[in-house]
């Protein structure tokens, strides 16, 4: 595995375009909330620690990671953020279940950012297994959260 042993999370924020005032928004599936709220965690803490303020990270909850595609369209609809960052989980069963969500909300994603100026973020977790999960929102391999948060911050300046 290529990221056996690795944390891929290290960011230089001093690197990184000024952020303090953008506003970024976050789409959190409440499937598998323990890997998606410590996704979150890691998405609002690298956002906070490259200078953008608590005021302007938005965060709504959908039921799923297979809702994420609908949430974002309706944040970029309604609340209008320089970018935003789906937040989602899903970790392969004994059916094909997990083969349809992850194409769905992986095109779906997709989509939004082909239709809409806005850029959304794919921070969607498609994990074997609850462990491999819980290396990737905090865990030995850093956190996905994080990394979705610094391009996100990359994709609002450039489309900006």
Same mark, same amino acid.
């Given at each position: 595995m290529a990221t056996a042993n690795r944390n891929l999370s290290h960011y230089d924020k001093d690197g990184l375009p000024k952020a303090d005032h953008l506003k #970024?928004?976050?789409? %959190?599936?409440?499937?598998?909330?323990?890997?998606?709220?410590g996704l979150f965690t890691g998405a609002q803490s690298a956002? #906070?620690?490259?200078? %953008?303020k608590e005021m302007n990270i938005l965060r709504w909850d959908v039921p799923g990671s297979f809702e994420l595609t609908f949430g974002c369209k309706k944040m970029i609809q309604e609340a209008k953020p320089d970018a935003i960052i789906a937040i989602g989980s899903v970790i392969r069963g004994e059916t094909q279940h997990f083969d349809f969500v992850c194409s769905a909300t992986a095109q779906g994603i997709k989509d939004l950012n082909l239709h809409f100026t806005t850029p959304v973020i794919f921070c969607v977790l498609t994990d074997n297994n609850l462990q491999q999960a819980k290396d990737r929102s905090g865990g030995r391999h850093g956190n996905k959260g994080a990394e979705a948060a610094i391009a996100a911050i990359k994709m609002a300046v450039l489309g900006s």
């Open positions: #970024i928004g976050l789409v %959190v599936s409440e499937w598998n909330t323990e890997i998606t709220e956002l #906070i620690d490259c200078g %953008v």
